[in-house]
């Protein structure tokens, strides 16, 4: 009985020892990686050397960007599939806005899609239509609320554009969620409210990959931007 248990021992001590041989020479699959979050990037340089515009148009002073005439400014490249998040000011009867899927930079208002900032406590825009107040997809969609801040607060813009969809958050709250695909007309908005004639491409026909600008001092009022800032969209 001693020797037979001596020798289930040794086989016990054997297998053990085979087994971790084998182990050991079999490689260790690695642990799946955590999805990779996108990562902000500025959008301009500091000293706008990435950027697009007429020779002393735009000035950056301690991390703000402004216009001395009504000229725009524009990335260097393309993009789709993006957020961009961004802080702006307004003056006194400001109206101004930022543009996506600009496909000519020369001739932008028919070819892009503008979202509106405006100072909505200024009469002079107030009572223009709900489409020209600040958030809009102007022209063609109302934000659903007017959450602009009185000119001389700082306010923040997040502006999400995945294919025909152009979401806006303005200070927080979403006011804007638009189906480009749903624009077809030139003309009339899809609930029969009129687009003005300079406005001449139906949004459904809009490349959905272009430019990104900012308009510059447009009715005879400032703009001011900073911390513009860009991700891919998930």
Request: glycine share 6%.
């Amino acid at each position: 009985m001693r020797l037979k248990s001596l020798v289930i021992v040794a086989l016990g001590l054997a297998l053990g020892i085979s087994l971790a041989c084998r182990q050991a020479k079999e490689p260790v699959a690695p642990a799946a990686a955590a999805p990779q979050e996108p990562q902000w990037t500025d959008l301009f340089a500091a000293d706008l050397s990435n950027a697009v515009f007429p020779a002393g148009v735009w000035t950056v002073s301690d991390g703000v960007l402004t216009a001395s005439e009504d000229q725009a400014i524009w990335t260097n490249k393309d993009y789709e599939n993006f957020v961009l998040d961004l802080e702006f000011m307004t003056a006194p009867g400001t109206n101004s806005g930022v543009i996506v899927y600009c496909s000519d930079m020369a001739d932008w208002i028919p070819n892009s899609v503008e979202i509106q900032i405006a100072d909505d406590f200024a009469e002079e825009w107030a009572k223009e239509p709900a489409t020209w107040h600040c958030g809009a997809i102007f022209g063609h969609l109302a934000p659903t609320k007017s959450l602009v801040k009185k000119p001389g607060e700082w306010n923040r813009f997040t502006i999400t554009c995945v294919g025909k969809r152009i979401t806006a958050e303005l200070n927080g709250e979403e006011v804007t969620d638009m189906d480009m695909s749903l624009w077809t007309s030139a003309k009339t908005n899809p609930d029969g409210s009129e687009i003005p004639p300079w406005l001449s491409r139906p949004f459904a026909e809009l490349a959905t990959k272009g430019r990104i600008g900012f308009q510059g001092k447009h009715a005879g009022a400032p703009i001011f931007f900073r911390n513009i800032r860009i991700k891919d969209a998930k």
